[in-house]
């Protein structure tokens, strides 16, 4: 079966600390009669739709966003890995596959809730709790067709649900601003569904389930990618403006339990009984870990460097094996635990998007503000950069080290297209992932990228 078509409604008892438990059995796939027939259906298949975004962003999608670049390696010898880190991929990539599988099961999540929650006469669904979870089900569809879109380029846009191996045949690939189109249109009809719930007091902040903010965030990368500096400045600007986010200090503040800090916009919130396991790839065996990814030579240098690192080298540890020294990731720390998030977007994002639209519209005190906001958090001095090639520059090297274990390095060189310069990729064709083997044998219309 055609692997982006997959029904399912999976489902997570322990998706994030702010909501109840819920006592729901699994599923793969759920019948037309039984998908989401009341309230407590609508609640459950939402979770589901965020426990398939916990799936993709837990490791395979950071691993496509960081270890095709240069601030990551692969220490192992599983091929699949060594395809990414020398971005000689095959179209039978199992973490390419999976990647794109899970994207296309939130995607159909959300498509059946986008559905069935308008329709549902249940009594005691009231019009909030409709309307959140029908704005969030819109932001996690935006959220899947953005990280496709930047990763194969134009994607086959499934609007509806899938319930066989027939109804998602047919539909050809959109174009790359067609997604993007796709994306922006998700996300008009979110925002204004969503709650305000990202502002001050804390004591109201949520920040493992979408909201307005969220909204606004994504809309704000969106514009980026997309070169429309001005609405890329003006969605940033309602984010950083407003007063329940700031930069925590220091640098992996945001990081360290309790989570859902004062600066993140979104993120995913994981337990002991449903882990992240990032931390499993980057530790070491000593620490109960793999050892699978490790921070490049030319990283490491970088980020211990007092003039460029500051404060950030938090993002490295050390430790003696046998006579030697071993450097590891550390941003995932909490091995014991294994409840660190994934950070989808956080405010530095947003002011270092700010600061290279301003650029871009040659407003260098603008742009100059804002990434020194970010420097300064880190311990640096202030950028000091006087022409709108510098300040590009300097924003792109400090998106290098602030996200640098993030799904973001890779993603940036394409989209400024300076893979070439920088990794020394000349054939475009590998800035696209490849779409995946067995959903190209399945359906004819689907069209493979170029050079695979």
């Given at each position: 079966m055609n692997n982006r078509i997959i029904p399912f409604l999976t489902l997570s008892t322990l998706l994030v600390a702010a909501c109840d438990v819920l006592d729901v059995e699994p599923a793969q796939q759920v019948a037309d009669n039984q998908a989401i027939t009341n309230a407590a259906g609508a609640q459950a298949a939402i979770l589901g739709t965020y426990s398939q975004v916990q799936e993709y962003y837990q490791l395979n999608y950071p691993v496509l966003g960081y270890l095709p670049a240069d601030n990551v390696i692969f220490n192992g010898t599983l091929s699949q890995y060594l395809q990414v880190d020398q971005n000689a991929y095959t179209p039978n990539n199992d973490i390419v596959t999976a990647t794109w599988t899970q994207l296309y099961q939130v995607i159909n999540s959300a498509n059946n809730l986008i559905e069935g929650v308008p329709v549902l006469t249940d009594p005691t669904f009231t019009a909030d709790a409709r309307n959140r979870i029908l704005g969030e089900?819109?932001?996690?569809?935006a959220l899947a067709y953005f990280d496709l879109g930047?990763?194969?380029?134009?994607?086959?846009?499934?609007?509806?649900p899938t319930r066989s191996a027939q109804d998602g045949q047919g539909i050809?690939?959109?174009?790359?601003?067609?997604?993007?189109?796709?994306?922006?249109?998700?996300?008009?009809?979110?925002?204004?569904?969503?709650?305000?719930?990202n502002v001050a007091p804390a004591t109201t902040q949520l920040r493992n389930?979408?909201?307005?903010n969220a909204a606004r965030a994504l809309r704000a990368r969106l514009h980026l990618y997309r070169r429309q500096w001005a609405e890329a400045e003006g969605n940033a600007t309602r984010v950083i403006g407003n007063n329940g986010y700031e930069l925590v200090s220091p640098y992996r503040a945001f990081s360290t339990a309790p989570f859902g800090s004062r600066e993140s916009v979104f993120e995913l919130s994981f337990t002991n009984a449903d882990p992240n396991n990032q931390w499993n790839n980057w530790f070491p065996s000593a620490l109960g870990g793999?050892?699978?990814?490790?921070?490049?030579?030319?990283f490491v240098t970088l980020v211990n460097n007092p003039a460029t690192g500051g404060n950030r080298n938090a993002l490295v540890a050390t430790i003696a094996i046998g006579g030697t020294t071993a450097t590891y990731g550390n941003l995932y720390a909490r091995s014991r635990e294994r409840d660190d998030p994934a950070y989808l977007i956080r405010l530095a994002e947003l002011y270092l998007i700010r600061a290279e639209a301003r650029a871009q519209q040659n407003n260098?005190?603008?742009?100059?503000?804002?990434?020194?906001?970010?420097r300064k958090r880190a311990g640096l001095a202030e950028a000091t950069a006087a022409t709108p090639e510098a300040v590009q520059l300097a924003i792109e090297n400090e998106r290098r080290i602030e996200f640098a274990f993030e799904a973001h390095r890779w993603f940036d060189l394409v989209r400024t297209e300076?893979?070439?310069?920088?990794?020394?990729?000349?054939?475009r064709n590998k800035w696209l992932f490849p779409i995946p083997f067995v959903d190209i044998g399945a359906d004819p219309d689907l069209e493979q990228n170029p050079g695979y």
């Open positions: 089900a819109y932001l996690l569809r930047r990763g194969w380029g134009g994607v086959p846009l499934v609007l509806k050809r690939r959109s174009t790359l601003d067609q997604t993007y189109d796709q994306v922006l249109g998700d996300l008009d009809l979110a925002e204004p569904l969503l709650p305000e719930v389930r979408a909201a307005k793999q050892f699978t990814l490790q921070p490049s030579p030319g260098l005190a603008g742009a100059l503000a804002d990434l020194n906001a970010v300076r893979a070439d310069d920088v990794l020394g990729i000349t054939d």
